[in-house]
């Protein structure tokens, strides 16, 4: 059965801090796919990245960094100098290959304080 | 493009009564989702959708709850009798396929409040 823990609950940083929010996951399948996306205060959530399971490197956006090992099934994301903007709950979700649906992890609030 | 659209933005209603909730996909999406996110909580799964094909119902909560899609394009979630314990927002989401992995496209959902 696939889940996605998100161990984090809430997490407080002071602005310019560097952040790390943790995803563990759990499937059977080979072929899977991994998802951030940001829900900020206005409750639309927006779509972050989307990592194949046969690609383990390291992305970068500007701020933003994601860390995929499949040796511990994390696929764990930073934020890199936070802003206040970037006050928001995170989640983590798995696709699986041949799934039709996402499981997505409990969620992690940001808030990044002035 | 346009993204996916929900309406309505808010709905009040009294605890009994039916409401619709309306999702419009991102065109050309093929598959549909329906997620309820209460107070402070995740996201649950409620029933998916993908072309023409029989709809994925195994998230509804009680057969209070139901939804179709039209055409293949815009759905519309129906609550029957309504409870207090429906208030949440509840979100639809659109992908190109169904292929797994496919990302999902959020609406900025439908915030249900049942007095």
């Known amino acids: 059965a696939q889940k996605v823990t998100q161990a984090q609950t809430e997490i407080s940083v002071v602005e310019k801090e560097d952040v790390t929010l943790d995803c563990v996951y759990e499937?059977?399948?080979?072929?899977?796919?991994l998802f951030w996306y940001k829900q900020p205060p206005s409750g639309e959530l927006v779509f972050l990245i989307r990592?194949?399971?046969?690609?383990?490197q390291n992305e970068i956006s500007g701020r933003y960094s994601w860390n995929f090992q499949k040796s511990t099934s994390s696929f764990n994301f930073t934020i890199t100098a936070s802003q206040v903007v970037d006050s928001a709950v995170y989640f983590c979700?798995?696709?699986?290959?041949?799934?039709?649906?996402?499981?997505f992890g409990p969620g992690t609030r940001l808030s990044v304080l002035p | 493009g346009a993204g996916v659209s929900q309406s309505p933005s808010n709905k009040v209603t009294e605890k009994g009564k039916d409401v619709e909730l309306r999702c419009d996909p991102i065109s050309g999406h093929t598959a549909l989702y329906w997620y309820r996110q209460s107070l402070g909580q995740g996201l649950e799964f409620l029933i998916y959708?993908?072309?023409?094909?029989?709809?994925?119902k195994s998230g509804l909560p009680s057969d209070r709850f139901s939804a179709e899609r039209t055409g293949g394009s815009v759905s519309t979630l129906t609550i029957q009798r309504t409870q207090q314990e429906d208030s949440a927002v509840y979100l639809c989401?659109?992908?190109?396929?169904?292929?797994?992995?496919?990302?999902?496209?959020f609406g900025p959902g439908t915030r249900l409040l049942v007095l």
């Open positions: 979700a798995l696709s699986e290959h041949y799934g039709q649906n996402f499981v």
């Open positions: 990592r194949n399971s046969f690609d383990e």
């Open positions: 959708f993908q072309g023409n094909s029989a709809p994925d």
């Open positions: 989401a659109s992908s190109l396929a169904n292929r797994g992995g496919e990302t999902q496209y």
């Open positions: 499937t059977r399948d080979t072929t899977y796919y």
